[in-house]
């Protein structure tokens, strides 16, 4: 039986340490109470995150809706699909694949100048996508 040397043992040794020590992350520096510390972990925080409830999150959804639209009114018609006529407005659309619904659809072709959305120029607009029978 053949013995390894010694010094082999400790090269090997020493690769799987160095090894290991090089694929671990590097430590984080936190502050706690005035003194520095490393650590392999997320710092800790003092501040506690209050997870928002549903009603938090739907009056947050409602002022930045209503923000959007007093900043835009021609949001209106895209915001609310099949909205009444008025509160639509020419805004340069003029194809189907533009609208979002058939009353959309509608207003754009009674209301506004060149648009291509009534083909067969029956009166009806898009009949394949939106106002079909």
């Not at 040794?13 to 502050?31: D, F, Q, T, Y």
């Amino acid at each position: 039986m053949t013995r390894c040397p010694v010094w082999l043992h400790f090269a090997v040794s020493s690769a799987l340490i160095a090894s290991s020590g090089a694929a671990a992350a590097p430590p984080n520096k936190c502050v706690l109470n005035g003194t520095v510390t490393f650590q392999q972990g997320p710092c800790p925080s003092d501040h506690v995150r209050k997870q928002p409830t549903v009603e938090e999150l739907n009056a947050q959804e409602k002022k930045r809706r209503a923000a959007t639209l007093a900043a835009n009114p021609a949001a209106v018609a895209s915001a609310v699909p099949g909205k009444a006529p008025d509160a639509f407005g020419c805004d340069g659309r003029t194809y189907c694949s533009q609208m979002r619904s058939c009353a959309e659809a509608k207003y754009f072709l009674a209301h506004c100048p060149g648009v291509k959305m009534d083909g067969d120029r029956n009166g009806i607009p898009c009949e394949q996508q939106w106002c079909g029978h």
